[in-house]
């Protein structure tokens, strides 16, 4: 039976990251307003904070699964603000990576490192089979020569290295992609800006150029390209972790989703509108009627989440589940927030408040980790048993 209701141990964990998403959402216009600003790795509050809140067990017995323990304290952590964290955590997209398809000697090596993940350039984003990036092997050095261009990559600043997708063989489509590990300060790896954008703007999001950059062969993830072409660190080990971080992704969309509501709900509890559960349409004020069905679409995505969190804590199957929810999360935080704007109209739009701010910052929920059109097409193909030839 599927159960949500969280131990003493996961509330523990829960009003602990309530308590310091508090604090991290004072911090939410300024790194907004000042986006050249990278936000501190440690906020002046967090010794004490700790000091105070002590971290409680990590899942065990009668707890919910990690994944889904993550996934509601991202929700908690993006309810307080997108990027700005007490204390940042130590890992990247690129670790999850490095998990699913790296040796354990190469895990062993660089598991402790904050590992970013380049996939996107700027002729390849939904469809990776498309990536120009080269990687060609100099077998007289024994190191692989790569060269190419990546935008957009997520923790692309303060990540000690990168796991990156290159091809050995653009006629090969994706059998030629594989992944390589390649530090920061690797002569031709240079990190030419952070990425402006209209929301998450504290977020360090960077582009990378290659330029003749030399690798040792043994950074092809998963082992030796000659020795081991099957399990190297191509593209099937990579998607693999889009299952486990799909559901995060929609979580941090609905952190902000829930941040819109709660303020909304504020709002017209001071305006003294009266929000009725049990009245019939009609029955009440245009603006509770309307916010009600925001709740309601909330709930319906965090459920969805939620169950693909469950599915990969009971060892199922979720690949079709992590798409529907990031699908619907990816609309649902879109409908809420610009629904809740509605609701209070010109106070919804001011810079005096933080709704505006979570209306763009959750915009990109639909676009990374696959946009809600790629989601749909894995959905649909999961539903009629189709191949990714049937359906494109
Ligand atoms: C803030 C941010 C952080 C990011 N972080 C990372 C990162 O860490 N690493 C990384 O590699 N990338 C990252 N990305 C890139 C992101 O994954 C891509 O933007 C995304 O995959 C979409 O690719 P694209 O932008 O090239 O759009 P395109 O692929 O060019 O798509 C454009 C439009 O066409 C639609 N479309 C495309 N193909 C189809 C189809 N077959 N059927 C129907 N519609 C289709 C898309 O849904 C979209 O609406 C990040 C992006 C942003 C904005």
Redesign the pocket.
């Known amino acids: 039976m599927i159960d949500f209701v969280p131990s003493e141990n996961d509330q523990k964990a829960f009003d602990q990251a309530r308590a310091s998403a508090m604090i991290c959402r004072k911090y939410a216009r300024h790194y907004d307003e000042n986006e050249q600003e990278m936000a501190p790795e440690k906020l002046p509050e967090a010794d004490e904070f700790y000091a105070e809140h002590p971290n409680p067990a990590p899942p065990g017995e009668g707890d919910s699964s990690m994944l889904t323990r993550m996934a509601r304290i991202s929700m908690i952590n993006y309810w307080g603000d997108y990027t700005v964290r007490l204390i940042r955590e130590s890992g990247g ?1 690129g670790n999850a990576a490095l998990e699913a398809s790296g040796t354990p000697e190469q895990i062993a090596k660089w598991g402790k490192l904050c590992l ?5 350039e700027p002729g ?4 990776p089979s498309r990536v120009a990036t080269t990687a060609v092997l100099d077998s007289e050095t024994n190191e692989w020569i790569i060269n190419g261009e ?1 935008i ?3 923790t692309g600043i303060r990540a000690d290295a990168v796991v990156l997708w290159a091809t050995l063989d653009k006629s090969a489509g994706r059998g030629g992609i594989k992944s390589f590990l390649i530090e920061k300060g690797t002569p031709g790896f240079n990190v030419p800006h952070k990425e402006k ?1 209209l929301g ?1 703007r504290a ?1 360090d ?1 960077a582009a990378y150029v290659f330029t003749d950059c030399r690798i040792p062969r043994d950074n092809l993830l998963g082992g030796d390209e000659k020795v081991n072409l099957k399990n190297s660190g191509g593209f099937r080990g990579v998607m693999k972790t889009f299952n486990m971080t799909r559901p995060l992704t929609a979580a941090m969309g609905l952190g902000l989703a829930e941040a819109a509501i709660d303020f909304t709900r504020d709002q017209l509890e001071a305006s003294e509108i009266e929000i009725d559960y049990m009245a019939g349409p009609g029955s009440q004020t245009a603006a509770a009627e309307k916010f009600i069905r925001l709740e309601a679409l909330f709930d319906a995505s965090k459920l969805t989440t939620m169950q693909a969190c469950w599915l990969a804590g009971e060892g199922k199957p979720n690949n079709m589940e992590s798409s529907v929810c990031k699908a619907h999360a990816g609309g649902a935080v879109r409908a809420v927030t610009q629904g809740c704007i509605e609701i209070l109209g010109a106070m919804g739009i001011s810079r005096e408040h933080l709704l505006e701010k979570w209306t763009r910052d959750c915009r ?1 929920t639909d ?8 989601q749909r ?1 894995i959905i649909a193909r999961g539903l009629l048993d189709y191949t990714r030839a049937d359906l ?1």
């Open positions: 997209l970013s993940m380049a996939i996107t390849c984003g939904s469809d990546k957009f990559v997520t954008k998450i977020d999001t990109i676009i990374y980790e696959g946009t809600g059109e790629i097409l494109k």
